[in-house]
T-cell receptor
Framework: RKEVEQDPGPFNVPEGATVAFNCTYS??????FFWYRQDCRKEPKLLMS???SGNEDGRFTAQLNRASQYISLLIRDSKLSDSATYLC??????????????FGTGTKLQVIP | DAGVIQSPRHEVTEMGQEVTLRCKPI?????LFWYRQTMMRGLELLIY????????DSGMPEDRFSAKMPNASFSTLKIQPSEPRDSAVYFC???????????????FGPGTRLTVL
């Protein structure tokens, strides 16, 4: 089983729709979680952190379910500019106090006019 | 402030040739990461340095790949000899040193798109 798994999509949704992505992780000791966004032929950039209690940033809501070992990203009122690949990131304490950061392969979102 | 700088942005080479990719991290950042991204395998961590010391190189595919960080402002990833399956986008990222229990945002460079014919 992969350490971090995402549905690659693509998710094709109309403007204004609500869309949600999930990401599952295999190591229950994982400590922190994030969503990055990657535009076509660009580098990944941090979108938001995922907190245990869930957190919201404008139209974006992130949730963590430790029991089922998944995180989610909800996008409300989708805009054309939301079209991108969304990468899930899981962080685990590695040996010697250093972090082990694992990226998912990403979920592609295409918002259609 | 300049972000992470990578060069070259594009590289086309023939199988068997040596390829050197370069990275300048953000000033003040003391952790540096090299990733490889392909459609099939996504973003894979190759190696990461903390304070110029390689900490985890378990992702380096084989002996053909080597990475160095001679000082805090420069790192190289070398492939010798290159093979067509090495074709990918190679990203360098930097962050302020990782302490136990915390994660600092990684800032990525624009990547080097490598094609090995």
């Amino acid at each position: 089983r992969k350490e971090v798994e995402q549905d690659p999509g693509p998710f094709n949704v109309p403007e204004g729709a609500t869309v949600a992505f999930n990401c599952t992780y295999s190591n229950s000791a994982s400590q922190s979680f994030f969503w990055y966004r990657q535009d076509c032929r660009k580098e990944p950039k941090l979108l938001m952190s995922v907190y245990s209690s869930g957190n919201e940033d404008g139209r974006f809501t992130a949730q963590l379910n430790r029991a089922s070992q998944y995180i989610s990203l909800l996008i409300r009122d989708s805009k054309l500019s939301d079209s991108a690949t969304y990468l899930c990131v899981v962080n685990l304490d590695g040996s010697g106090g250093y972090q082990k950061v694992t990226f998912g392969t990403g979920t592609k979102l295409q918002v259609i006019p | 402030d300049a972000g992470v700088i990578q060069s070259p942005r594009h590289e086309v080479t023939e199988m068997g040739q040596e390829v050197t990719l370069r990275c300048k991290p953000i000033s003040g950042h003391n952790s540096l990461f090299w990733y490889r991204q392909t459609m099939m395998r996504g973003l894979e961590l190759l190696i990461y340095f903390n304070n110029n010391v390689p900490i985890d190189d378990s992702g380096m595919p084989e002996d053909r790949f080597s990475a160095k960080m001679p000082n805090a402002s420069f790192s190289t990833l070398k492939i010798q000899p290159s093979e067509p399956r090495d074709s990918a986008v190679y990203f360098c990222a930097s962050t302020i040193g990782l302490a136990g229990g915390s994660y600092n945002e990684q800032f990525f460079g624009p990547g080097t798109r490598l094609t090995v014919l």
